[in-house]
């Protein structure tokens, strides 16, 4: 299997012009295997801590896990991602029709939304939820042997869990791939927003935009199956309703959360206070990370 | 780079009689077979190195799809692989459609259109210098376009239906296919597809690769032709350089029926304008119910070239389209 497709310039060059299509191929079966692998040898309930009732003392019954703009951000990019996937690879795969265009406009609303989120993360989140820290490492190596059925116990996660924390910086990565090096390929195409220049780089380098804009797109490809795949196994739903919802439930909180490193107040309580319990009326994120 | 030499690298040669044969050949060899009609576009492909099939289909002994005949509802059907000089000089074609026969005879030169064929003229491949040079653009699988560059040589190409790649159609024969409303018969080993000729042309926004809807595997065996209609007018005309032996800069088809000194029904198509031949539908809606005037034409001419965007070297083609469009509503006869 080739990873590039290359081609002879008309200089005579030996130039890369894009990643091989074979491997869309590789990254949809090792996203199923790793699916299928997953479903079959890891059990449901990785050892979650059992309630404390002590601590559920003056927690409200719901509790804010995201923001209003942290779900629209959440939902936008994945309209934006599903439809980016779609007019990518199927028309490699056979499937065609007029991809280019949408793609695009697609790809310029992908980096409205990113631009959003950064904004909203840096004014409305702490930025500091996102960061690995020693305990998440050690977290994340407890959960692996509880995962591979060693009788080990599993901490409780920060706000989001590490395993959620690589998955974001995965996708980060990638996207950010994807989105540079689409902008440089926007002076390709026709657009009303950049300017047709071919000639702003070398063959050579062109052709390593393409290769890494392909290398992320079918990166990408693999990280949404298995985020689709962890986003409906059964022990996880209650994550993506409160991707949907906003809220997890104070006994949801509990079990899975370790109070000291998310630190949450009666103020943080969702439903009818949703969107604006964060903060407690503090004007501060309360939704702390205080690891 | 593309170097023209004598000697065309060796492949294998399968000479099929049935079409079932050949099909299942196609299929086997998927995209490493070529299908050999007349050879004329694909032998200059083979002398420069740049396509090299492990596998050659040759099609001159399937008899089943050469030759004209009756269709149905009185209608004619043209094997692909019947010769341009056969359609040109058939007197059904002479008579019920002169579009055709009038388009097929402007191919080219006497020889060339001894060999070539009419399935072969429709799938050709455009004529890009910077493509047929073996340069690794778009539509050779790259990812730039040569001649869409601010200092590219870029005269013959179009003015419209772009998307990334700005090459053209260079058949003679598609846009009076299109205008006649054809139908391209297309067999595989999955059975057989009918393709309305308009449909049948495909741009670069759907596939850069390809021209048509022919895949690896799909074997164009006929085209047929609705019956005419009853004291159609029409009008056929091809702009090239010289007078003989050349590619087609810009042709105009127009078919059209004309009651009580008014357009009835028309279909206008113009090729070398675009990756496929446009048939122009605002046009055709525009013009129904009026006079073939001189004042029509202008008219039409003016709407046929909305939304046109030019290269470096082909603006002329914007007023040579308005023209090509009002002779073909003025003129037509
Ligand atoms: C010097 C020169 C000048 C020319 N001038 C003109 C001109 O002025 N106007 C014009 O219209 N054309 C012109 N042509 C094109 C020529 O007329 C032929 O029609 C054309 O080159 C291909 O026809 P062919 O029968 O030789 O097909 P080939 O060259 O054998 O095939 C052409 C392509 O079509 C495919 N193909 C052929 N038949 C089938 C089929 N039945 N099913 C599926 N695929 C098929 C082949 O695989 C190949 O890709 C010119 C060609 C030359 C060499
Ligand atoms: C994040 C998800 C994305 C994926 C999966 C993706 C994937 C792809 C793929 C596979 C191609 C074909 C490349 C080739 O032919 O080698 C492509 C082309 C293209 N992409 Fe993206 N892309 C993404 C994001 C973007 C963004 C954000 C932009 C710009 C704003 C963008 C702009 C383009 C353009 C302009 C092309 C066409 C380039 C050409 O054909 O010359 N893409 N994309
Ligand atoms: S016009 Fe099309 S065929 Fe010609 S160089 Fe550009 S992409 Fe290639």
Redesign the pocket.
């Known amino acids: 299997m080739e990873f590039l ?1 290359r081609a002879l310039n008309p200089w005579g060059e030996n130039v890369p ?3 091989s299509w074979d491997l ?1 191929w590789a990254a949809v079966i090792i996203g199923a295997v790793f699916v299928v692998a997953h479903a079959l040898l890891v059990p449901k309930k990785v050892g979650a801590g059992e309630i404390d009732e002590s601590e559920a003392k003056g927690l409200p019954d719901r509790i804010q896990r995201h923001k209003p703009g942290a779900r629209g951000f959440h939902w936008t990019m994945s309209v ?2 599903f439809v ?2 779609i ?3 199927f028309p ?1 795969i056979g499937i065609q029709f007029p991809w ?1 265009t949408i ?6 609303l ?2 409205l939304t990113v631009l959003y989120h950064i904004y909203h993360v840096f004014a409305k989140q702490d930025i500091r939820n996102m960061w690995i820290g020693r305990r998440d490492m050690k977290e994340g190596a407890l959960g692996l042997q509880a995962a591979m059925r060693r009788p080990v116990h599993r901490p409780r996660a920060a706000k989001y869990p590490v395993d959620q924390k690589m998955f974001h910086h995965a996708a980060t990565i ?2 950010l791939g ?2 540079v ?3 440089l ?2 002076y ?2 026709d ?1 009303f927003l950049l300017p047709q220049n071919t000639y702003m780089f070398s063959d050579a380098t062109w052709g390593w935009v ?2 890494i ?2 290398v ?3 990166g ?2 693999f990280l949404v199956i298995a985020h689709v795949y962890f986003a409906i196994r059964p022990e996880k739903r209650w994550m993506t309703w409160s991707m949907i919802n906003g809220w997890i439930t104070r006994e949801r909180y509990l079990e899975n959360h370790d109070p000291e490193r998310w630190a949450v107040t009666e103020a943080d309580g969702a439903g009818e206070m949703e969107g604006t319990a964060a903060g407690g009326g503090t004007g501060q994120p309360a939704l702390s990370d205080k690891a | 780079m593309a170097v023209m030499r004598d000697m065309i690298p060796p492949f294998e040669l399968y000479q099929p009689t049935e079409v079932e044969d050949a099909v299942r050949l196609m299929r086997q060899h998927g995209d490493r077979g070529w299908v050999l009609a007349g050879g004329l576009d694909t032998f200059d492909w083979f002398k420069d190195r740049i396509k090299r099939p492990e596998a050659v289909i040759d099609l001159a002994a399937v008899d089943a799809i050469r030759g004209i005949s009756a269709g149905e509802d009185g209608g004619l059907r043209i094997g692909a692989m019947t010769s341009l000089t056969d359609v040109a000089e058939s007197a059904d074609v002479m008579d019920r459609y002169p579009l055709l026969a009038e388009a097929a005879g402007l191919v080219a030169t006497p020889q060339i259109r001894n060999q070539g064929t009419l399935g072969g003229n429709i799938a050709q491949d455009t004529r890009c210098w910077y493509y047929r040079s073996g340069w690794p653009c ?1 539509r050779a699988g790259g ?2 376009c040569y001649a869409a560059t601010s200092r590219a040589m870029n005269r013959e190409h179009c003015i419209m239906g772009a998307s ?1 790649c700005v090459a053209v159609n260079p058949s003679d024969t598609a846009p009076a296919l299109v205008a006649l409303d054809a139908e391209m018969v297309v067999a595989s080993t999955s059975g057989e597809r009918t393709y309305p000729a308009a449909d049948f042309f495909i741009g670069p926004d759907i596939d ?1 690769e390809r021209m048509t809807v022919l895949k690896p595997g799909d074997l164009l065996t006929r085209i047929d032709l609705p019956a005419a209609w009853p004291n159609a007018r029409w009008y056929f005309e091809k702009i090239r350089d010289r007078k003989s032996w050349d590619f087609s800069l810009m042709s105009v088809a127009s078919s059209m029926r004309v009651e009580a000194g008014m357009i009835q029904d028309v279909r206008i198509v113009v090729n070398s304008v675009a990756p496929y031949p446009v048939r122009l539908g605002a046009v055709e809606s525009a013009i129904r119910g009026r006079a073939p005037s001189e004042e029509t034409g202008q008219m039409a001419g003016e709407i046929a070239v909305e939304g046109a965007r030019t290269l470096r070297h082909n603006d002329y083609k914007v007023a040579l389209m308005r023209n090509l469009v009002k002779r073909s509503i003025r003129d037509a006869a």
Do not use: E, K, P
């Open positions: 497709r012009i894009g990643v869309i934006t991602m980016l996937l007019t990518a690879f490699v280019v793609h695009w406009i697609a790809g310029v992908l980096i990638l996207t994807a989105v090096t689409g902008v390929m926007m390709r195409v657009n393409y290769v804009h392909g992320c797109g079918i990408l490809i | 778009y990812n730039v990334r850069i």
